[in-house]
């Protein structure tokens, strides 16, 4: 496949995932994944296997029922900004297999959060939800200036907060300017605190819990600032970090590696491996983490879960290897969570720290 149609070719792909969609199949798809050894509970959520569909895939929440027939256990809709916006002129996604790798510059083309609400809201009264977790990824519009981040992430948050169950504040996408300036931790402070505003008051409001936070961080960051985003995340509350957001670094020079945007898939594995294990050891553990990048078989899964991520999500890997993807990076942690001897997957997370 050529540098362009890279976006194309994907909007296909999702098509031919409604395929599960066909009652009794669907049953039948999602009894192939079901393993007692990879659920979880976290952050008050249930989750039938860990593997989730990262944020990006599906940006506007149109295949929310079907995700889970491939053999998602969780996903992450969005990034959703609360103005809307077309992104940036296409092509904006690119392509290399010889490094199994996306190149993406996308800017958060979405809805924005009105219009989102008014879809999430018709698909809930049409029964046509997952029964699987949904979460919502948060991104900020362009034209919102960075001293102003705060409203724009917690006004999307307040319109949608019905439709989710947990939120991912995304302060990580290399594709709108200065975004990831709002890492730093008093910028961070400003938007979490928001947002766990909106979260009280939404839960006061209308009875029910309040919904986990977690950030998006970049793998790009030094180790130092990556304890300093930890840190604020603990004292705010914040129910995790999802690490990691794609790169702005590159393997190799030449073609389509010298398109600008954030780079995802194989390349990406070894850094975000790293980050999570600096989480994990900065924090004792304390903070669930997700972790993102370059998970494409049961190896790089376990090498994840191994550094101490609980759950995981993939993007690139269901473009390279397919929907049967799911499936052999679930079955393959069965086997290794019997390997190793451990009953369930919450006592593998973070093993490598104590080996
Ligand atoms: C086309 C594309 C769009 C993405 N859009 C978002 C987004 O809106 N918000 C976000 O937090 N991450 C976004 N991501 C990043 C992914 O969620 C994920 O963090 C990254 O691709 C690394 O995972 P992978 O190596 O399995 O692809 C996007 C990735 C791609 C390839």
């Not at 790169?247 to 990406?268: D, F, I, K, W, Y």
Request: overall charge positive.
């Amino acid at each position: 496949m050529g540098l362009f149609g890279s976006e194309t070719l994907h909007s296909i792909s999702l098509k031919n995932i409604r395929i599960g969609s066909l009652p009794g199949l669907r049953a039948l798809l999602r009894g192939m994944y079901r393993s007692p050894a990879v659920q979880s509970e976290i952050m008050g959520l249930s989750f039938e296997n860990p593997v989730g569909m990262a944020a990006g895939m599906d940006k506007k929440g149109s295949n929310i029922s079907n995700w889970e027939n491939v053999g998602f256990g969780w996903i992450e809709i969005g990034g959703v900004t609360f103005h809307p916006q077309d992104g940036n002129p296409k092509p904006r996604m690119f392509r290399s297999g010889k490094h199994s790798a996306l190149i993406n510059r996308m800017g958060f083309n979405n809805p924005g959060s009105e219009a989102m609400a008014a879809h999430l809201a018709k698909l809930k009264s049409k029964a046509k939800w997952a029964s699987i977790p949904v979460g919502i990824n948060l991104g900020k519009s362009k034209n919102t200036p960075n001293d102003e981040a705060d409203m724009d992430y917690a006004g999307t948050m307040e319109r949608l907060w019905d439709f989710a169950d947990l939120f991912v504040v995304n302060v990580s996408s290399p594709n709108t300017p200065n975004l990831r300036e709002l890492q730093a931790g008093s910028e961070l402070d400003r938007i979490l605190t928001a947002c766990n505003d909106v979260n009280q008051r939404l839960a006061k409001d209308t009875g029910a819990k309040q919904k986990p936070i977690l950030v998006k961080i970049s793998p790009d960051l030094a180790d130092d600032q990556i304890k300093v985003i930890a840190d604020t995340a603990l004292s705010l509350n914040c129910s995790g970090i999802v690490a990691t957001n794609t790169t702005t670094s590159r393997p190799a020079e030449g073609g389509v590696m010298n398109q600008t945007g954030g780079l995802s898939g194989s390349p990406l594995r070894a850094r975000s491996t790293e980050v999570v294990r600096v989480l994990y050891a900065h924090t004792d553990g304390k903070l669930p983490i997700v972790g993102v990048g370059g998970i494409s078989d049961v190896e790089s899964a376990w090498e994840k879960i191994a550094a101490g991520a609980s759950l995981l999500q993939l993007y690139s890997a269901l473009v390279f290897e397919g929907p049967g993807v799911m499936k052999i990076i679930n079955k393959g942690l069965n086997r290794k969570l019997k390997e190793h001897g451990y009953k369930s997957l919450s006592e593998a997370v973070g093993h490598a720290h104590r080996s």
